[in-house]
């Protein structure tokens, strides 16, 4: 079973996955496919605000927040990684839940990248946004780092994050079926 969905002009088609006994989702992953990254990274910049920085959570997002700071001129992004690294010169962290990593994990923000936040705006890009979990905890290491945050956006809202405005996105991802109908 499979979503087709156009995204930024272009067609693809998304397997569906098991996320319980009820609900299924469509794997969406940008990674491996350049010229979705490179569409999608246009229209999210046509409706961005003003910021001074972008900031995505590791793994997903990372090609679409290295595209969109590359098409946009940006000389520098940030990531909240999902552990500490040797070449951090400090890390603070913040828990989350994210519906497709099993259990609870962190996110980690290096200091000297929380110095550079510190007064600016700061803009939260993600590939999907589905319960929100990740986007709360990417907010709260911004605020942890006295950024102020310019907006939220993401390729896909899936599930209640349609509903929400308080996020940017350029497509609807639906929940599904056991046999591959969208969820009501």
């Given at each position: ?55 995505s ?17 940006d ?32 996110l ?12 600016k ?56 079926t ?7």
């Open positions: 079973m499979d979503h087709k969905i156009t995204i930024a002009g272009l067609e693809r088609s998304l397997p569906l996955c098991k996320l319980n006994d009820d609900i299924y989702i469509a794997a969406f992953v940008i990674f491996g496919d350049p010229e979705l990254t490179v569409a999608a990274a246009r229209e999210l910049l046509k409706l961005a605000p003003d910021y001074d920085y972008l900031i959570a590791e793994a997903k997002g990372i090609p679409l927040v290295h595209e969109m700071a590359r098409q946009h001129g000389e520098k992004y940030f990531l909240a990684r999902k552990a500490p690294k040797l070449y951090m010169t400090g890390v603070f962290g913040v828990e989350v839940d994210s519906i497709t990593t099993a259990g609870t994990q962190k980690y923000l290096d200091t000297l990248d929380a110095e550079l936040m510190h007064g705006r700061i803009l939260i890009v993600d590939d999907v946004i589905s319960t929100g979990n990740s986007l709360t905890a990417i907010e709260r290491l911004v605020k942890g780092a006295g950024g102020h945050i310019a907006g939220n956006m993401a390729i896909l809202a899936e599930g209640d994050a349609i509903g929400r405005d308080d996020i940017t996105y350029l497509e609807e991802l639906p929940l599904f056991p046999d591959g109908k969208v969820l009501e």
